[in-house]
C-alpha cells in the first residue's frame, strides 16, 4: 500500500510527496526556486500522511485491499462469505408434531415439537437485538471487538499488531465478526467497545461478553479495567486475559475517544 495514496485529494495539496524505488522518499518544498529537497525515510512519511488524514489512513490501513506485497485482507470477500454462511433457510411455523419416542428425553411419556420449514427467501438475525433482517442490503458485518481498540493496543505498545499483515488478520477473522444492520451498527455501536456499549437485547449481552474476552484470549491483549469489570458484570466469571492498570486503561479510553470523534467528524462532513 503507498501511504500517500490514502487519501486522493492528499495529491492536490501544495507539498506532493513522489516516491523513488528506494527505502526513502522524497518531497519537493516551496520555497525559493523549488529545487529544495528532503529525504524521508518510510516512518516519516507514515507520519506525514496519519497527521494530515488521522482517521482515514488508519482505517484504510487496516481495512486495505490493496498492494500485494503486503497482503490483501479482502475484505469484501470476507464480508461476503459472512453473510452467505450466516444466512438462515429454515424457521418455526405454528404447526405441532409429535415427537419420536426415540427422541424423547429420558421419562417422558410423550410431547410434541414446533415444525420448521425451509423459507424460501433467506434472512438473518442481528446478533445485539435478535431481529430479522430479511433484506442483506440493510446488513452491517460488525467486528465485536472494533478497530479502533485493536488500534489502541498498537498504540500503546501492544506488538500483536504492528505489522501489515496483523491488521489484515484481524480485520477478517471471523470469530470477531457478527451480524447486524446498519444502525445498529454505525448509529448506536459506533465503534464502541465492551467497557461503553452492551446490545440492547439483554439475553445477548453474555454472549457478547464472552465473544469480546475470546478474541482478546486469542490475540493475547490485554483487558482495560473497564472492559474486566463489565465483563464479570454479565458473564459472571473473571476475564483469563491480562489486565491493563488504571492509569494506562484512562489513558487509552482517552486516545480511543478522540479518534472515534474524529472518524464521527469525518463521516458527517
Known amino acids: 500500500m503507498k501511504w500517500y495514496d490514502l487519501n486522493p485529494d492528499y495529491k492536490k495539496t501544495e507539498n506532493k510527496v513522489k516516491v523513488t524505488k528506494g527505502a526513502t522518499s522524497t518531497t519537493k518544498s516551496d520555497s525559493g526556486s523549488g529545487t529544495g529537497r528532503k529525504i524521508y525515510n518510510s516512518k516519516e512519511l507514515r507520519g506525514i500522511v496519519t497527521k494530515k488524514f488521522p482517521t482515514r489512513s488508519r482505517r484504510k490501513i487496516w481495512m486495505s485491499e490493496e498492494g500485494k506485497s503486503r497482503g490483501t485482507p479482502q475484505w469484501e470477500v470476507t464480508r461476503e462469505s459472512v453473510v452467505s454462511a450466516r444466512a438462515k433457510h429454515k424457521q418455526k411455523t405454528n404447526k405441532w ?5 426415540n427422541e424423547l428425553d429420558k421419562g417422558a411419556i410423550s410431547g410434541q415439537k414446533r415444525v420448521t420449514e425451509k423459507t424460501g427467501k433467506a434472512y438473518w438475525r442481528g446478533a445485539y437485538t435478535g431481529k430479522k433482517i430479511t433484506d442483506p442490503k440493510l446488513i452491517d458485518v460488525d467486528h465485536v471487538v472494533p478497530i479502533f481498540r485493536a488500534a489502541a493496543s498498537e498504540q500503546f505498545g501492544d506488538n500483536k499488531f504492528r505489522k501489515l499483515s496483523q491488521k489484515h488478520e484481524f480485520v477478517r477473522n ?24 452492551q446490545p440492547p437485547m439483554k439475553e445477548a449481552r453474555p454472549k457478547y461478553a464472552q465473544a469480546y474476552h475470546d478474541v482478546f484470549q486469542h490475540y493475547g491483549m490485554k483487558m482495560t479495567v473497564g472492559e474486566a469489570t463489565k465483563y ?12 491493563w492498570n488504571q492509569e494506562d486503561s484512562n489513558k487509552m479510553n482517552t486516545w480511543m475517544e478522540n479518534e472515534r470523534a474524529k472518524s464521527m467528524r469525518s463521516r458527517n462532513k
Open 97 to 101: 408434531v409429535d415427537i419420536p419416542k
Open 232 to 243: 464479570t458484570e454479565l458473564t459472571g466469571k473473571e476475564p483469563t486475559v491480562g489486565l
Open 174 to 197: 471471523t470469530k470477531n465478526l457478527v451480524i447486524s444492520t446498519r444502525k445498529e451498527n454505525r448509529d448506536v455501536k459506533q465503534g464502541f467497545g465492551l467497557s461503553k456499549w
